[in-house]
């Protein structure tokens, strides 16, 4: 990880077994009710090769403020200031403060994909069936 300002704190993992790290804001900016901005993290990080960083919610800011992560991943090539698209989702106007932990990052292996075009997929037990199949 690369900060892009020494005011910036780099993410760690909080608690031994967490699948990801904090992101913190790098600005304080303002989020209208159906609003939709980037946030800066003043960080630049290096996926490792074979891997992906994804960008998922804080179940806490989710919750308590209505926001949402978009856009999520984060590719081994991209080298470029890590910026997180977040929407508010809530009825009020919600604040990000500089140095508020507002989403955190995954880092996760790829498993090597091959597209191959076929006339016919193999059936499965759930086969066709889409939202509600399991009974909810």
Known sequence: MKRLEKSVSLPSIAKKGDAGFDLQCNETIELLPGERKTVSTGLQIAVPENHVGIIKDR?????????????????????????IVMANLGKEKVTLEKGMRFCQAIILPLAPVTVVEV???NETERSHTGFGSSGE
């Open 119 to 121: 006339k016919e997929l």
């Open 59 to 83: 179940g806490s800011v989710s919750l308590q403020k209505g926001l949402h992560c978009l856009a999520g991943v984060f590719d081994t090539g991209y080298r470029g200031e890590w910026k």
